[in-house]
Nanobody
């Protein structure tokens, strides 16, 4: 599975961005997919996930109510990010993950999101 995230950029606090993750080499419908992020000087952290089959979603407490993960028939997943905060600044990665542990099995190239105050 090859994954490529895009859509990052610089946005003011309170603004919105939509991240996309395109896949090749495999059908994402059969995988649990997630967005993870890594802020400067910090470990990777789980952001949001969507399960295969039922499209059940799960979110980190820090983004609940602000971020929405989705997938479509074009073998892509998305992360709609609203009400962005400076603490959301990070490199965002899409990944194939193991459900509930969020251990990444495949990583993609990340995309940088910078939220200014």
């Amino acid at each position: 599975v090859q994954l490529q995230a895009s859509g990052g950029g610089l946005v003011q606090a309170g603004g919105s961005l939509r991240l996309s993750c395109a896949a090749s080499g495999s059908d994402l419908d059969f995988y649990n997919m997630a967005w993870l992020r890594q802020a400067p000087g910090k470990e990777h952290e789980f952001v949001a996930a969507i399960s295969w089959g039922t499209d059940t979603t799960s979110y980190a407490d820090s983004v609940k109510g602000r971020f929405t993960i989705s997938r479509d028939a074009k073998n892509a997943i998305y992360l709609q990010m609203n009400s962005l905060k400076p603490e959301d600044t990070a490199v965002y990665y899409c990944a194939v993950v193991q459900w509930s542990t969020w251990d990444a099995l495949y990583w993609g190239q990340g995309t940088l999101v910078t939220v200014s105050s």
